[in-house]
């Protein structure tokens, strides 16, 4: 989204720069000067072609109406998205003189009716006198007048109609609170205004609704703070963002479409229907992709007080009520009359418990209250006996806005009217935090069953906390206590299982001097460093006319000896094309290096997280990338000599040589076993958040299906191009497992790939990728694939793979609508909560 605003900012840009530099030697078609006036029958047609501007005539009506109008150029069905005259058509007979449109001396465009009345006129002031202006219609639709020096003075884009377009912005001014609204036309010939309109609230400033007059139609949730909200895919090639922006002035939606997309629109129709309208230039029609209200019960108020609208009850969305109501009229309501609501079952008391509903679009008629924490703003509702709901975001994510409260605490009094039930995350998704009665008295099975969960939860939550506690000081200490009972474990099973007596010399390993690689390395300048691993440092340098990478050991560290030899003997012994070559080593008192093959393109890390250099990561690299990783893990995992596990598998640990094959670095935690051991207990954990398996990070089991796990992590970085987790979320969800998939049970998996991928790559890969990636990421290590399935299921296809299931553990949210929450129930608390409850 950010890379396609600023492509279009760009974009605008030169043209206005184009615009002031090189004044066009003679008028072009796109353009409209002062003194040669429009009259019907010319257009003016935009530089590209896509869109003209002239009069129009909707109607067979004489003597005939005409309008001033923008529409499409280059589609055979005449189209206008922009009406200058909606409510003063000017007429044309051939008796006398014709209608014009001019731009007149003050930069005001004026369009006089045959008998010299103006009938239209922008309204600059200010706009300088005797300046010449220019009007340009822009390839986008956007009809702009300019002063000489490039400054904008009016633009039609500032001014909509019924027809949102890409670039254009529909949103609200704080300051003033005024804003644009899309107004839809009287009848499909009559583009007087009708009844609708569409836009920003200018209450609330947090949401969009679609009016019928004053009165609501349909409504979307109260926004949220993610920035984003989705990609409708049509095909491959035509892709919708909508992003909401917030800045320190105004707020707005806007979208942008891929590019060579066919042209797309929002429209607002004359009978009330916002669409989502993409020309289809095989059936030379526009289609409607979306259309909204899409359901009855997205209609506003449609069920009632205190009901709400499941549209997750596919196919056939329909209205409940809120948890602790019931119809108030059971007859009417199962008679699919819901306009009387819902009435609660038991009386409220002040101080009782909330109830959290996930997934909500949040009801209307909230207020807003600044400046509040989650825990303030659950405050804030339940000391006040009127408040009967809560709802709170931190919108501090959302980018654009640099001072000012980001804290958005909505809390209810009264009837709650409209509330949704949408069960996705993301744009107008809201847990909302709904006051009950008491618990049900006559209800003792139940009852016990919601103690249960009242206990059990917290119980479980705090165990979790410590658990990820332990997890995390186990990462943070370097107990050397812990680390050598470890190392010489590890030895031990190293020896143990090559035999006795093994020592460096057995391998036939070159030993090199420490003077020459301190010589090679200019005695370990920072200008020779590339790079810093659990164990030490990583130097660049020259031995025997070879570029190598040299790791030096860090010396302070009491277990240098035990991890050097556990490599040493390990990577000597490992010979495979997927796999970084060791050259060589050095022990000199206490320094201990090892020495490896130099690989000119670092490491993956380095090259798919950088904006510029993931370019050069197209498609076919990427892919030959994920199976040459799959190799060597396959060649660890069974077809070496001994079972090894690398435990540490990340980007940065895959090194790309010159012709950017890749190999795994960094054997040094690795473990080994015998042939019939399937997996081990370590009281240590190491690894790398994010990529480590559930089982391995909670409870220190790990086992080669631990390397699947993170091998699946790696294969959603190389698709998407994004890091597992960042500090902020990947469009509103925890971390990238989540998030994918999220995508994928929607079937919007397409909408995961990288956009730096998206022409070079082949849709069936992709999606053979994403599929087998969610198979290895699946929280039963049991369920994931091992690393040879994986590798033939790449190299070969696979037209039966079984469906992901149940994948992330990380921060998978509680979407059943009973669990019961404290008043200040913290939903990030929530995660991890189901599939504990399934150990
Ligand atoms: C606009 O300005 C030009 C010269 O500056 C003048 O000849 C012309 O009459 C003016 N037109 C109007 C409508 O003021
Ligand atoms: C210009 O201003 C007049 C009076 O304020 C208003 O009626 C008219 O709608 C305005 N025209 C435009 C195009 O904004
Ligand atoms: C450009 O011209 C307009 C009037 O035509 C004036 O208001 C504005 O200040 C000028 N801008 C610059 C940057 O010169
Ligand atoms: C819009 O409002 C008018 C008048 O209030 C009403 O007659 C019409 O049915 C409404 N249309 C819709 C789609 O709600
Ligand atoms: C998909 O998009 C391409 C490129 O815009 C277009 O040529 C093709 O007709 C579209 N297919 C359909 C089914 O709309
Ligand atoms: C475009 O039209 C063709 C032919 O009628 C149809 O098969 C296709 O599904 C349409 N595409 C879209 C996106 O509606
Ligand atoms: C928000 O509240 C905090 C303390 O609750 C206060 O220090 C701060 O000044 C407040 N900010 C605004 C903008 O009111
Ligand atoms: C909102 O989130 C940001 C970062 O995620 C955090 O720094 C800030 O303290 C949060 N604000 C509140 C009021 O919770
Ligand atoms: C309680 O909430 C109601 C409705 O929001 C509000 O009018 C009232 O002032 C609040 N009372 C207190 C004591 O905050």
């Not at 922006?245 to 707020?251: A, H, L, Q, R, T």
């Not at 007596?501 to 370990?524: C, K, M, W, Y």
């Not at 909408?751 to 991928?757: A, E, G, N, P, Y």
């Not at 404290?822 to 909560?833: A, C, I």
Request: proline fraction near 5%.
């Amino acid at each position: 989204m950010d890379r396609s605003a600023a492509l279009t900012y760009i974009a605008s840009v030169l043209v206005v720069v184009v615009v002031v530099l090189l004044p066009p030697p003679c008028a072009s078609d796109d353009r409209f000067v002062p003194g040669k006036p429009l009259s019907p029958g010319n257009t003016v047609v935009s530089d590209g072609g896509g869109f003209a501007l002239g009069f129009f005539s909707p109607s067979n009506s004489t003597p005939e109406k005409m309008y001033l109008g923008i529409w499409y150029n280059d589609i055979p069905a005449r189209t206008v998205v922009w009406v200058a005259n909606q409510e003063t058509p000017v007429t044309n007979s051939a008796s006398s003189a014709a209608p014009t449109l001019s731009l007149d001396n003050s930069s005001n465009l004026v369009l006089s009716d045959s008998d010299g009345r103006v009938r239209w006129t922008t309204n600059i002031t200010g706009g300088g006198g005797a300046a010449s202006p220019t009007a340009v219609l822009l390839n986008t639709g956007n009809f702009v007048v300019r002063s000489p020096n490039g400054t904008t003075l009016w633009q039609s884009f500032q001014h909509p109609t019924d027809s949102f377009l890409p670039g254009m912005k529909l949103g609200i001014v704080y300051k003033t609170r005024a804003g644009e609204r899309l107004v839809s036309w009287r009848g499909p010939d009559d583009p007087s205004p009708g009844s609708f309109s569409y836009g920003g609230d200018p209450d609330t400033f947090l949401q969009a609704i679609l009016w019928n007059g004053t009165r609501p139609v349909m409504r979307d949730g109260p926004w949220t703070g993610y920035t984003v909200d989705s990609q409708y895919q049509t095909n491959t090639t035509a892709i919708v963002y909508l992003a909401i922006v917030n800045s320190d002035e105004e707020i707005y939606i806007s979208f942008t479409v891929s590019d060579g997309a066919p042209h797309t629109r929002y429209v607002l129709t004359y009978d009330g229907k916002y669409q989502l309208q993409i020309w289809n230039g095989s059936s030379s029609a526009w289609a409607v992709l979306q259309e909204w209200p899409t359901w009855n019960c997205d209609r506003y108020d449609y069920c009632g007080p205190y009901g709400y609208c499941d549209i997750t009850a596919k196919p056939d969305p329909t209205c409940k009520c809120l948890t602790g109501f019931e119809p108030a009229s059971a007859e009417e309501w199962d008679s699919g009359r819901f306009s009387r609501g819902c009435r609660r079952k038991e009386a409220v008391h002040c101080g009782d418990r909330f109830l959290a509903m996930p997934g909500m679009q949040s009801p209307y008629k909230f207020v807003l209250v600044p400046n509040r924490t989650l825990e303030g703003c659950a405050a804030e509702c339940s000391s006040n006996c009127s408040c009967i709901a809560y709802a709170y975001a931190n919108m501090s994510s959302s980018r654009g806005r640099s001072k000012g409260d980001m804290t958005r605490c909505l809390v209810w009094a009264g009837e709650l009217v409209d509330a949704g039930k949408t069960g996705e995350e993301g744009l107008g998704s809201d847990t909302l935090y709904l006051r009950l009665a008491a618990l049900p008295l006559h209800h003792p099975g139940r009852r016990t069953e919601i103690n249960v969960i009242k206990i059990v939860l917290p119980v479980l939550a705090s165990s979790v906390l410590i658990l990820l506690c332990i997890t995390i000081a186990w990462l943070k200490t370097k107990g050397k206590e812990r680390n050598r009972e470890r190392h010489m474990n590890v030895f031990l099973d190293v020896t143990s299982t090559a035999g006795e007596g093994n020592s460096v010399q057995d391998f036939e390993l070159p030993f090199v001097r420490f003077e020459d690689i301190s010589l090679a390395t200019h005695n370990f300048s920072e200008a020779c460093k590339i790079g810093q691993g659990g164990f030490g440092k990583v130097y660049k340098g020259m031995l025997g006319g070879q570029e190598v990478a040299v790791k030096r050991l860090s010396r302070d560290s009491q277990q240098g000896m035990r991890e050097f030899r556990n490599e040493v003997i390990l990577i000597a012994k490992l010979q495979h094309r997927n796999l970084v070559r060791l050259l060589g080593c050095c022990v000199e008192g206490d320094e201990k290096l090892l020495i490896y093959e130099y690989l000119p393109n670092k490491s993956l890390d380095a090259a798919l997280f950088d904006g510029s250099r993931k370019m050069l990561l197209e498609w076919t690299t990427r892919f030959n990338i994920v199976k040459g990783v799959a190799r060597g893990l396959v060649y660890l995992h069974q077809d070496s000599r001994l079972t090894i596990i690398h435990r540490d598998l990340k980007a940065g640990n895959v090194l790309l040589d010159a012709e950017m094959k890749p190999k795994i670095a960094d054997f040094g935690m690795a473990r080994i076993f015998g042939d019939d051991q399937q997996d081990a207990n370590t009281r240590r954990v190491v690894g790398t958040y994010g990529y480590m398996a559930p089982e391995y990070a909670m409870e220190g089991i790990f086992s080669t299906k631990s390397d699947v796990y993170s091998f699946g992590v790696l294969l959603l970085e190389i698709v998407t191009g994004t890091r597992r987790s960042s500090t902020s979320n990947i469009m509103g969800f925890p971390n990238l497992i989540v998030y994918s998939w999220n995508l994928w049970k929607k079937g919007r998996t397409k909408d995961l790939v990288d956009s730096s991928i998206m022409d070079s790559c082949s849709p069936d890969e992709v999606l053979l990728c994403i599929h087998v990636a969610l198979l290895c990421v699946q929280e039963n290590p049991e369920d994931r694939l091992p690393m040879s399935s994986v590798v033939s299921i790449l190299e070969n296809g696979s037209t039966a793979l079984p469906a992901p299931s149940h994948t992330a553990y990380f921060a998978q949210r509680i979407t059943e609508m009973d669990q019961f929450s404290d008043n200040n129930h913290n939903s990030e608390y929530t995660f991890t909560l189901t599939s504990i409850e399934g150990r």
